[in-house]
Structures are given as C-alpha cells and as structure tokens.
C-alpha cells in the first residue's frame, strides 16, 4: 500500500516526509520512517494531530545536526524532540524491550538497527506501521490486514504486552470503543487473565484514557462494556457494574434500570466534551444510596445531592483538576433542577445560567431526558432553552449583572438607612432585605428606580 498522496496533502505529514529526506540526505544508508498512531490515522481517513518518526541514526548524531530538545529522561531512552518546518517531531532510535519490574517501564531498553524487532514491542498491530520516503507502508504484523478488518490484536503473545505494560489492558478497550473495532479474541482472553495487573497502574494514567475516549457518549459505553466483559472495571471503578440492579419505574423510563438508563444517556449525548460525558456518567450514582419505594414504586428522593457528593469522592480518587470536578460537579448537582426551568424563578435561573458550566450542565439535562426514549420532547427541551436565554439577554453575564444590581441595593444602603430612621440592624436581617429586594429587581428585570428600592428597604426595615 502506497499513502504518497495522503502524505503531500496534509502539511504536517508532508514536513514529517521532508524530516525523513532530511536525515536520510545527513546520514545516508540509514532507515527512518514515520511510524505509529499517524500512520493508523492515515489508512483509516483520519487526519493525524501528530507525526512520530523512528530511525537507527544516532540521537547525539541527530542532536547534533537538528533544533532539538530532550524532555525529561526520554534521551535516555533514545528519544528526542526535532523542531522542523514549524513542527515538532517525536524521533525514536529503533530499540528492543526487555521484561518489566512494574508493568509499565521496561527492565532493560537496547537500542538497535532492525525497525522490524523495533515495531514487534508496540502494543497493537495496528500501531506498529511505518511509512518509508516512498511512501510506502512497511507492515510486519499484519496491521493494514486488521485496520481494514476492524480489529485490535495484540502483537505477538497478548499476555506478554500486557505484562510489559498494564495500561494497554485499558488502552485496547479505548482503540475498540474509538474507531468501534472488536477485539482479536486470544487478546481478549488475555486482557481477562491480566486483568489483576491493572491493580499496578496510577490513577491518573487510567483517568486520562478516559478523558480520551470520553469525548464521544456511544464510545464512553463500548469502552465501559469492553472493561466490564473483562473484569477491569470492578478494579478501579465499581461503582458502574454497580448501577445494574437499580430499577426505575417503568412510566417515566422505559429503556430501563439506572445502568440502562445512563448508558442510554450516553448513547444520546450531543457532546464532544469529556467533561459533559463523564457528568453524565455520574448524574445518577446517588440512586445507589437512596432508593425507597412508596406505594409499590421506586424512588430516588434527593439523589441529585448525593449523587454530587459520592462524585466528588470519585473526582478526587481519580485526581481530577479542582476545575474538572467542579464543572461537573455542577451538572451532576444541579440536573434535576435543570428539568424544572419552566417553573422556576427568573433569580434562580439566572444563578444557574451566569455559572460557567452552564454549558455541561445543559447537555447533561438533555442526555438525561433523551434517555427516556419516546417521553422526550424535542421542541419542548428547545423552547425551554430559549426561555433561558432570553432571560440571560435580558440580565447579561454576573459581573455586569452584579454591578448593576448593586447600584439599586447593598449592605450600605441598607444600614444608612436604618441608621436614618433609627432602627439597629442585623447582619442576617440587612441579608434577608437584601435579597427581597434583589427578587423584585429582577422580577422587574431592572425597570426600577433607586428611589423605588429605597422605599422598599424602609417598609422592610420597618417590619423587623
């Protein structure tokens, strides 16, 4: 198979090609090609992010002769980073593995001049490709064959790869659920019989693979499924397995159970974030702790709250940023709200609106209602936004809104005031005027004048 022309049509592989000219004109008689994830990327259609490239020549030599940095220990590992073109490109020296003591780092690396023993130590076939000056793809494991087959296979013996390095177990799921591949089944059976590995790996490499793949619902559930028929989910996320049992009822969700229903969420969401997507993971898990039954039926009374508490123990045991958890900690707080907009007051929804995750929040409210399959009404769910954001338009973002706010009511005025007609004051009295009075502004969607709150913080104060 010849890419040639994909190569000169997208100008990150095409200055990936002229590096390997280049090195190719500096030191003749050496091997270098563009090699791993591009290359997939490539025969599949997709546009690669980033080009890595493999060679036999010398790094110091390379060094030498290129804009180069080594980030952290990687030159050790025969691995440096070459500015080219105005892009950065990852080069490899060709090298072979040996063992593991931690499942991850290999015991001992030997650098070499055969790319063929250097491809046989990546984790799956179809990352193990190249692409020559040509052109043409240089395949020893038959991953062209398995791309166009839709498989992910474990190069050589499975259990071995994933001895090497216990985050492919993970990684293997996340290619499936991506491109919606199966899995080759001597690498399922091995991803079983390793699965106690996983045990071995942080949680932040584990979180990142879920950040990667959770940038689409449909492939969030695969991903999940694939890590639950092998028994790694238990391991590091129970709580998911763990959904299976909970029953709804069946007038208000007819595609099931609480695992039903949040995959069904997933399955509907519109975003691309990863944020949103994991938000919808979670709305429900506090259905776990807090199912009663009344009159024959099933209940989730207050399950929004502890589904935000028992996230935020998840968020922090997954060492999500402060700013993750409270994005979705946000959406998972406030999505039962959310399905209540047309009854709320316009202060509540403009708290709501002016968050910045309001975004998340949004789309997981309309995950969660889609779920319900037949029950969700499209216009109503559109209509209902609108209603908010015309409410926004009308009040604008809080610092603005906040400011104008201010100028009509505020703890000074309020005291000056009281100070005027005599009366001592409270802190939680001078707050609860406050906030009568903010009701009315906003009701009034500012159309008041500053004599108008004035007169109603007399009336108020006079009722203390």
């Known amino acids: 198979m010849n890419v040639m022309n994909k190569l000169l049509n997208n100008s990150l592989l095409k200055a990936g090609r002229n590096l390997v000219i280049s090195i190719h004109q500096t030191f003749p008689n050496t091997q270098t090609y563009i090699v791993g994830g591009c290359v997939r990327d490539l025969i599949m259609g997709n546009q690669p992010h980033d080009v890595d490239i493999a060679t036999n020549v010398d790094i110091e030599k390379l060094i030498e002769s290129y804009k180069t940095v080594d980030i952290g220990k990687s ?54 490709l190249g692409i020559d000056v040509d052109g043409d793809i240089i395949d020893y494991h038959g991953g062209v064959k398995d791309i166009q087959n839709q498989i992910v296979k474990g190069i050589g013996i499975p259990s071995k790869r994933f001895e090497e390095d216990a985050l492919r177990i993970i990684r293997a799921a996340r290619f499936a659920a991506k491109y919606n591949f199966e899995i080759d089944s001597d690498t ?11 045990k071995n790996l942080s949680v932040e490499r584990i979180r990142d693979e879920f950040m990667k793949v959770a940038v689409n619902g449909k ?36 595609e099931g159970g609480l695992y039903e229903h949040t995959m069904s969420a997933l399955n509907v969401s519109h975003s691309n974030n990863p944020l949103t997507n994991i938000a919808i993971l979670f ?20 399950h929004a709250q502890k589904s935000f508490e028992m996230f935020m123990d998840i968020g922090k045991r997954f060492k999500f940023s402060n700013h993750q958890i409270e994005s979705m900690g946000f959406a998972i707080q406030n999505h039962m709200i959310a399905h209540k907009f047309n009854e709320m007051k316009k202060s509540k929804i403009i708290q709501i609106r002016q968050n910045p995750n309001f ?48 100028s009509l009511i505020n703890g000074n005025m309020v005291i000056n005031i009281a100070q005027k ?23 009034k969607e500012f159309n008041i004048t500053f004599q108008d709150t004035s007169r109603m913080v007399k009336k108020l104060i006079h009722q203390i």
């Open 359 to 406: 975004n998340i929040l949004k789309e997981v409210t309309r995950a969660d209602d889609e779920a319900r399959l037949h029950l969700f009404n499209e216009n109503d769910f559109k209509n209902k936004m609108a209603r908010i954001e015309e409410i926004f338009k009308t009040f604008g973002e809080q610092k603005e809104f906040e400011s104008r706010i201010k």
């Open 283 to 302: 709305h429900d898990v506090g259905k776990m702790v807090t199912q009663t039954f009344e009159d024959g039926h099933v209940c989730y009374k207050g």
């Open 75 to 128: 030159k050790d590992f025969g691995i440096v980073i070459v500015f080219f073109e105005g892009y950065e490109f990852e080069v490899a020296h060709f090298r072979e593995e040996f063992g593991s003591n931690d499942n991850r780092h290999p015991a001992k690396v030997k650098q070499i001049n055969d790319f063929a023993i250097d491809t046989s130590r990546r984790d799956f076939t179809i990352n193990s």
């Open 219 to 254: 492939a969030l559930v695969k991903f999940l499924r694939i890590l639950i028929a092998v028994g790694v989910l238990d391991i590091f996320l129970p709580e998911i397995n763990q959904y299976r049992g909970f029953c709804h009822n069946p007038k208000f969700h007819p």
């Open 188 to 198: 399922i059976i091995a991803m079983r019989q390793k699965r106690e590995l996983v």
């Open 421 to 443: 007609i005599g009366i001592d004051i409270q802190g939680s009295q001078i707050g609860h005027i406050i906030h009568q009075v903010r009701e009315v502004i906003i009701e």
